[in-house]
């Protein structure tokens, strides 16, 4: 069964960075497409970014364009969340998940079957 780890998570200063990553233990992620969401406290859960099982196509919010790229490396069986110019706003737990539908990348939770336990991401001075 497909399990998901989340790392990277921590404090950072605004305008700071961090890199995220998922992993998968056991298992290949090279068939799925995956996805980045997060969620604050008193929010609903949010797309972040997607990436194909390939890693062909890409999408993301338009609240995080120009400051995260999402990656993967299928030879390592891990996907990367790079997270630059952070803001206060980002702060949330972020998940990574798993869509076994490869070729399809949306930020909406629905297709994604499989989730991470989550990291959290504080931005914070």
């Known amino acids: 069964q497909l399990q998901l780890v989340e790392s990277g998570g921590g404090l950072v200063q605004p305008g700071g960075s961090l890199t995220l990553t998922c992993a998968a233990s056991e298992w290949t992620l090279s068939s799925y497409a995956i996805g980045w969401f997060r969620q604050a406290p008193g929010k609903e859960r949010e797309g972040v970014s997607c990436?194909?099982?390939?890693?062909?196509?890409?999408n993301s919010a338009d609240s995080v364009i120009g400051r995260f790229s999402i990656s993967r490396d299928n030879a390592k069986n891990t996907v990367y969340l790079q997270m630059n110019s952070l803001k206060s706003e980002d702060t949330a737990t972020y998940f990574c998940?798993?869509?076994?539908?490869?070729?399809?990348?949306?930020?909406?939770?629905?297709?994604?079957?499989?989730w991470g336990q989550g990291t959290q991401v504080t931005v914070s001075s």
């Open positions: 998940a798993a869509n076994s539908r490869g070729w399809a990348c949306p930020l909406s939770s629905a297709p994604y079957g499989t």
């Open positions: 990436i194909t099982a390939l890693g062909t196509i890409t």
